[in-house]
C-alpha cells in the first residue's frame, strides 16, 4: 500500500511544480503587462487595449493555481484547535471527514463548472488580439484548479486511511509538497 501512495504523492509534486512555476510565470505576465500598459497610456499617451484584459485573466488563472498549490503546501486555514486535543486515531477520523466533505464540494464543482464550460465556449475575449472562448478565463481555471484539489484530497485521504491501517513510512506532516520554499529559509 506504501508504494502506490508513493507513487501517488510523486505525481501530485510534479504536478505541483507545474502549478508553481505556471503562477510564477502568470505573475510575471500580470507585472508586464500592466508595466507596458502604464507606459504606453502615460508615456505614448496611447493605451494597449489587449493589455488590462490580459492581466485580469492572467490574476483570474493564478490565484486558482494558488488555491490547488495551497492545498498541496497544507497551507489553507486551518482551526485545529478543539482536534489538538483528540488521540491519534480520531485526529486521523476527522481530517478523513473533513477531505471528504472537501472532496464532495469539489466534485459538485466540477460537475457543474462542465456545464456552464459548455455556455461560457459560447462567447469569445472581448478586447484580446485574438478570439478565445470565454471559458478558458473563468470555467475551466475552476475545473482545472478543483480536479487538481480533488486529486490532492483523494490522496491526503488514502494516507490517512493507510496510517490508521498501521502503514509504516507514509510522511503526513507536511502536506504533499513539502515545506514551501519560503518557510525553508525560514529554519
Request: charged letters at 15%; one cysteine or more; hydrophobic letters at 55%.
Amino acid at each position: 500500500m506504501v508504494f502506490p501512495l508513493r507513487l501517488f504523492r510523486r505525481i501530485l509534486q510534479y504536478i505541483g511544480h507545474v502549478e508553481r512555476w505556471l503562477g510564477v510565470a502568470l505573475i510575471a505576465i500580470m507585472v508586464i503587462a500592466i508595466t507596458t500598459q502604464v507606459f504606453t497610456r502615460y508615456v505614448f499617451n496611447r493605451p494597449i487595449i489587449w493589455v488590462e484584459e490580459l492581466a485580469t485573466y492572467s490574476f483570474i488563472w493564478s490565484a486558482f493555481i494558488g488555491a490547488s498549490l495551497g492545498l498541496k503546501y497544507g497551507r489553507h486555514i486551518k482551526i485545529e484547535t478543539f482536534v489538538d486535543y483528540l488521540p491519534a486515531h480520531a485526529k486521523a477520523a476527522s481530517r478523513i471527514l473533513i477531505n471528504l466533505i472537501v472532496i464532495a464540494v469539489l466534485w459538485l464543482l466540477v460537475r457543474e463548472v462542465g456545464k456552464i464550460i459548455d455556455i461560457e465556449s459560447r462567447s469569445t475575449s472581448v478586447s484580446l488580439p485574438w478570439p478565445v472562448p470565454r471559458a478558458w478565463f473563468y470555467s475551466i481555471p475552476l475545473a482545472a484548479s478543483c480536479v487538481s484539489m480533488l486529486a490532492t484530497c483523494v490522496y491526503l485521504v488514502l494516507v490517512e486511511v493507510a496510517t490508521l491501517a498501521g502503514a509504516k513510512g507514509i510522511d503526513t506532516k507536511e502536506g504533499v509538497m513539502g515545506m514551501p520554499p519560503s518557510a525553508q529559509s525560514h529554519i
